[in-house]
């Protein structure tokens, strides 16, 4: 083989190879790109859902029975009334960033007519008056708590509680929660049980409106304020939109430089077979 028509083969196979390679990136971000599109679907459906539930008059909360059909994808968010008789001295505080500052949820939990246990997000208490990081973990609870509330003399008031039910939290990798020192994060209503010897608590809280927070008049340990309610944040990141765009972008940027390449290699060979000519002439 000639050193010309060697040369010639390498620039083939690099072609190739290059051609190869622009299909595949072309396929890989359309790919990426088709699947945001889809998560913008999903999302812009999880939107209205959620505002339909958040607007929707109250419903009983799940009872005992129902607790192991509660999802995310089908109780997140819901309008929900429940009564009970509310559990003192067995407070969880968890940290709260909100536009009104740093603080806590006050989580109390609340014993129901069927034998459950269900944590109620109280509402916020602004930092200062908690003691949050100086509060000592509350004692476990009697596992007979809510029967030995009932029966004591005398018995607290039944109250019913409306708000916004919300699917137990799960702790991040970054910022774990840790009981032993009474430093709570995520409002993980599993970990909350067995830190405070709960039994049988759902695997939801409830966050109260501003009404029931209001009338609950439970005083928060170390704080000097009653907790705030109804400042549930509803927000949902959606960015999916411009990272379709991004996505279809950089395949359009493929496709640009693929034909770049193919009229430069073309012109190559034009100007080379217009210099032979040139040449033998």
């Not at 690099?14 to 889809?38: E, H, K, N, P």
């Not at 005398?154 to 916004?164: N, W």
């Not at 929660?177 to 939801?204: K, S």
Request: glycine residues 10%; proline residues 5%.
């Amino acid at each position: 083989m000639t050193a010309g028509a060697e040369q010639r083969q390498r620039s083939r196979t690099l072609r190739i190879s290059l051609a190869i390679l622009a299909g595949l990136m072309f396929a890989g971000f359309f790919a990426l790109g088709t699947w945001q599109v889809y998560r913008l679907q999903w999302k812009l459906a999880l939107i209205e859902r959620v505002d339909q539930r958040v607007h929707a008059p109250a419903t009983d909360a799940p009872g005992v029975a129902q607790w192991p059909q509660v999802s995310a994808e089908s109780d997140d968010y819901r309008h929900v009334r429940i009564a009970g008789m509310y559990l003192p001295g067995a407070d969880t505080l968890t940290l709260a960033s909100l536009d009104r500052g740093i603080g806590y949820w006050v989580l109390t939990p609340l014993c129901t007519a069927d034998g459950g246990i269900v944590l109620i997000n109280r509402g916020f208490v602004p930092a200062g008056t908690g003691g949050w990081r100086a509060q000592p973990a509350p004692a476990k609870a009697r596992a007979d708590a809510c029967g030995a509330l009932a029966t004591s003399s005398p018995a607290p008031a039944v109250v019913t509680v409306s708000g916004l039910l919300r699917v137990s939290e799960i702790a991040s990798a970054l910022r774990k929660n840790e009981p032993a020192r009474n430093y709570w994060y995520t409002r993980d209503t599993r970990a909350i049980a067995a830190e405070r010897g709960l039994p049988a608590v759902a695997p939801y809280f409830i966050d109260a409106d501003a009404a029931s927070a209001a009338a609950a008049d439970l005083p928060v340990a170390g704080a000097t304020a009653q907790p705030v309610g109804g400042l549930t944040v509803v927000s949902f990141v959606n960015n999916h939109l411009v990272y379709a765009l991004t996505w279809y972008g950089l395949a359009l940027m493929v496709v640009a430089a693929a034909v770049w390449m193919v009229r430069d290699a073309r012109n190559g060979k034009g100007r080379g077979r217009a210099e032979s000519t040139h040449g033998a002439g």
